[in-house]
């Protein structure tokens, strides 16, 4: 009665590198390699590069197709030199360290029904099924929902940690470097692809690929004695290039039964991270050089759709697609030596994501699907980029920290059905692209000396760009049904703060730059030549809520000369937000049958408790959330509505001290974009027949922003110097 079509991989895979050298001359290495790529799959159907066509499958239960991919990539690491004079050796002259570690990981994940094959699933309860393979301790148990389930899942893991360590005595110098390249790539497919099923029960698609990478890389250089030289240097790579799909194309899916709980879903989730350390540190020596450089990415595609299928049943129809990323990054240096020390941090990241959720039957002739129920298409992206960036350079004469952070997240999430016929007047459809992304930076680093000079600079740019389109369109697209909603939401937030500091008994210099740009593009609309004709109500409706939050400062000590505080800001939240029904041959009618079926949407106004005049002074600025204070209203029938929240909030402060004291400031903060709500050449409700008697037409659109910026200097000394500007643009 039961089929299962099961394929797993656990497979573990560990690697330990070393290498430790000691002499007048110690240098050691250590190299790892690990490349690991594994397919899993259950099929119903053609295998890879197979062409055959037809073939049925009957099952008076339940079907399951059940592909899982585990397991872990390890890589470890350790490179050490020492340097050291022995009795009859000679003097120690050189400590060196490298190593390197590369990683890649390439899983192929999927469970599907293809080739023309013909599936008759009955359904029934849901059931477990212990299938422990002979001679193995590795239980697999599967429990299959009710009908036909296709399930592709990925949870593996790589962890990697490196590093190179060298000790220097006498006068002898060292050098400790690592390098560390690692990448994750998971192709996760459930589908079914030129095949026809019918089944008495749910349909369950799911691709879900989990896990993630952990890096850890630390190197450092040490001397035992004020003559010689160290330097460290620390970068690692880590990059994810993820794919989850779940879909049907060029089929025929059908539940034909009445029962209402009966869902075909089709579920595609990407949740994968990246946590990385990178850190460097030099000790002793006459001068010592450290750096490190963390540079993470995460690029992936999280798709569920229906393209060109006939799809029916008497539920719901649920196309989930969704992104969950997140990137923690830390890099970090401390240099401590005689003379001169330099330490320098960078840490670069991004997210670029492409999350999509349709339903599209462009190329096919019969363009129908029957859903009695609910359609849910929902495109969901969430990114956050969370990073600490320091630096300490400390020495006798002069001492320099530099910190560099850049962070990006610029993704495109699309929902939207084209070029489809649904004629179901009890049929709820909801398109729905919503996206969130945070940034949060903090950057800082120090520069001290006890005489000549003490530097520190520190550097942050975050942007955030994304696309959010949620739409219906399409000369043929024929939507007869209930309730049409149409959404596209966007939460954006920026958090940085970035704080240098320089001090020496002679000159001190701190100085930090932060930029910050915030630019998205959210559309909701209908155009096209779509038809739309709903009983109750249609909505369009864009949404975006902007939020830039930045403390940036500089502080110089020169004891005995001069002491220089300097702060540069720009912050920028642009972007566009637009409702619409656009184009000749376009026709949208809301008959707003049912007085009890309200449509909730944003009226254009903030609480009335709220004040901006007052977040504009320091005495009673609260910190106003705008997202939250926006107001609703309920009403029946069509709503185009576009609605955004703005909010850039700067605080700049630097500090002077010496014989001269110095502090400049530059604070720039501009807000712009468009918010629109529009109808244009299309035709709105063309016939009032059987209209309901709150039938109506509502378009609004409306935008909120305020700027909050407070800067300020302490220039202390025999002389002092303070200038501040500070520039507001709406």
Do not use: C, W
Not at 644 to 653: D, K, L, Y
């Amino acid at each position: 009665n039961n089929i299962v079509v099961a394929a797993d991989d656990f497979t573990k895979h560990i690697n330990v590198a070393g290498g430790v050298s000691k002499g007048n001359a110690g240098i050691g290495a250590s190299i790892s390699d690990n490349k690991i790529n594994r397919e899993v799959s259950a099929i119903v159907g053609n295998r890879k590069d197979e062409t055959n066509s037809g073939g049925s499958l009957t099952a008076d239960g339940n079907v399951l197709l059940d592909a899982k991919t585990h397991g872990l990539v390890g890589s470890y690491s350790l490179a050490g030199g020492a340097a050291m004079s022995g009795k009859g050796t000679g003097p120690a002259l050189f400590a060196g360290a490298g190593d390197v570690s590369v990683n890649h990981a390439t899983d192929t994940t999927q469970a599907y029904i293809n080739g023309g094959m013909t599936v008759d699933v009955r359904g029934d309860n849901d059931y477990p099924l212990d299938l422990t393979p002979n001679n193995t301790s590795n239980p697999a148990e599967y429990t299959a929902h009710r009908g036909l389930a296709l399930s592709a899942v990925d949870s593996s893991n790589m962890e990697v940690f490196s590093g190179a360590v060298t000790l220097s005595t006498g006068p002898s110098h060292g050098l400790a470097g690592s390098f560390s390249l690692n990448d994750i790539a998971k192709k996760t497919y459930a589908h079914i692809s030129d095949a026809s099923t019918y089944v008495g029960d749910a349909i369950n698609l799911t691709a879900h690929n989990t896990g993630g990478l952990l890096a850890i890389g630390a190197s450092g250089s040490g001397s035992t004695t004020s003559k010689g030289i160290t330097v460290t240097g620390q970068y690692a790579q880590n990059d994810i290039n993820n794919e989850a799909k779940a879909y049907l194309d060029n089929s025929t899916v059908s539940i034909d039964t009445n029962n209402v709980a009966d869902v075909i879903a089709l579920d595609a989730q990407d949740l994968s991270t990246i946590h990385a350390i990178a850190g460097a540190v030099t000790l002793g020596g006459k001068a010592g050089i450290g750096t490190s450089f963390s540079d993470n990415s995460i690029d992936n595609t999280a798709q569920a759709y229906s393209k060109n299928s006939h799809v029916s049943t008497t539920g719901d129809f649920n196309l989930i697609a969704l992104n969950d990323n997140e990137i923690k990054a830390l890099a970090a240096t401390l240099s401590v030596t005689g003379s001169l020390s330099a330490a320098g941090s960078i840490a670069t990241n991004s997210i670029n994501n492409i999350t999509s959720s349709y339903i599209d039957n462009s190329d096919r002739a019969d363009r129908s699907i029957s859903i009695a129920s609910n359609t849910t298409v929902e495109a969901t992206d969430d990114a956050d980029i969370e990073v600490i960036v320091g630096s300490i350079g400390a020495a006798k004469d002069a001492g320099l920290g530099a910190s560099i952070s850049t962070n990006k997240v610029s993704n495109t999430v699309e929902a939207y059905v084209k070029n489809v016929v649904q004629n179901n007047t009890s049929n709820n459809t909801d398109i729905s692209a919503k996206m969130a992304a945070t940034i949060r930076a903090l950057t800082g680093t120090v520069g001290a000396s006890t005489q000549a000079a003490g530097v520190g600079a520190a550097v942050s740019v975050n942007r955030i760009a994304n696309t959010i389109n949620a739409y219906t369109s399409g000369v043929n697209t024929n939507l007869s049904l209930n309730d049409l909603a149409i959404d596209a939401v966007s939460d954006a937030n920026i958090e940085t703060i970035s704080i240098a500091f320089g001090g020496s008994n002679g000159v001190g210099v701190g100085g930090s730059i932060s930029t910050n740009f915030l630019n998205n593009t959210v559309n909701s609309y209908i155009e096209g030549g779509a038809d739309i004709v709903a009983e109750n109500n249609v909505a369009v409706v864009a949404e975006s809520d902007d939020r830039i939050s930045v403390a940036s400062g500089g502080a110089g000590v020169g004891l005995q000369g001069a002491g220089v505080g300097v702060s540069f800001l720009v912050n920028e939240v642009g972007g566009d937000t637009q409702a619409y029904i656009s184009d000749f041959g376009t026709h949208v009618t809301a008959k707003a049958k049912n007085n009890g079926d309200q449509l909730t949407v944003n009226d254009g106004q903030l609480d009335s408790t709220v004040d901006l005049g007052q977040q504009v002074d320091l005495a009673t600025y609260n910190k106003l959330d705008l997202k939250s204070k926006k107001q609703t209203k309920q009403l029946n029938g069509l709503a185009v509505n576009a609605a955004s929240t703005q909010h850039v909030e700067a605080i700049g402060v630097n500090v002077g001290a010496g014989t001269l004291g110095v502090g400049l400031i530059e604070d720039i903060n501009t807000i712009s974009g468009n918010t629109k709500a529009y109808i244009s050449g299309a035709t709105i409700n063309g016939s009032l027949a059987d209209s309901g008697s709150t039938q109506q037409v509502d378009i609004n659109a409306s935008n909120h922003a305020y700027i909050n910026s407070f800067v300020g200097n302490v220039a202390g000394g025999q002389a002092g110097i303070g200038v501040a500007e500070d520039l507001a643009t709406v």
